[in-house]
Structure formats: C-alpha cells, structure tokens
C-alpha cells in the first residue's frame, strides 16, 4: 500500500502565493508518476499539475505561469508552487501517486485565496 500526504494549505490573499508539499510512503518503489489535482466546492475534481520520476511535468492552462510542480529530492515527494493566486483557485488540493498503474490519493489540503 501506498499513503499519500498533503500539507502546506490555507488562506491566502489574492495575488499572494502558497507552496504545498505532498509525500508518499509505504510501498513506494514502484511509483512512475505523481500529480496535483483540485476540486472546487460544487465542481468536478480537475488536473492543476503532474510530473513523471524523469521530471516531465505537465500542468493546467488555468495555471500555466503561476504554478509550478516540482519534484524533491527523494522520489516520493512532489510540491507546488502557486503564485498570483485568485478566488478561483479556491478548492481542496490532493495529491496522487501512480504506481504500476494505479492511483493513490490522499485526503486533500484545503487552499481558500480571499480577502
């Protein structure tokens, strides 16, 4: 089994930035691929970011210029820098790790951008 754990949420004025951290652990060998996904209140859960263990990343348009995935130092471990953030980024963020194709998810960390 794999455990998935975000952190780094909270509240944030618009323009202001945020960077959140995710970490995997348990059976982590095996792990291809990690990813940041949102899901506003009353909305479907959607792509924000993803990045490969060889550093591919890929993200939203919606976020394109102001996020940024990045990977640390040890392979189960993902962050994302958010900057210039406004009311729409308001949603609960999870993390997903991917391992010999299947998902793991974690509980979420709550990003909440108001004045």
């Known amino acids: 089994q794999v455990q998935v754990v975000e952190s780094g949420g909270g509240l944030v004025q618009p323009g202001g930035s945020l960077r959140l951290s995710c970490a995997a652990s348990?059976?982590?060998?095996?792990?291809?691929?990690m990813g940041w996904y949102r899901q506003a209140p009353g909305k479907e859960r959607e792509l924000v970011a993803t990045?490969?263990?060889?550093?591919?990343?890929d993200c939203a348009d919606s976020v394109k210029g102001r996020f940024t995935i990045s990977g640390g130092n040890a392979k189960n471990t993902v962050y994302l820098q958010m900057n210039s953030l406004n009311a729409e980024d308001t949603a609960v963020y999870y993390c997903?790790?991917?391992?010999?194709?299947?998902?793991?998810w974690g509980k979420g960390t709550l990003v909440t951008v108001s004045s």
């Open positions: 348990g059976s982590i060998f095996g792990i291809n691929g």
């Open positions: 997903r790790a991917t391992k010999w194709g299947r998902d793991y």
């Open positions: 990045i490969t263990t060889g550093g591919s990343t």
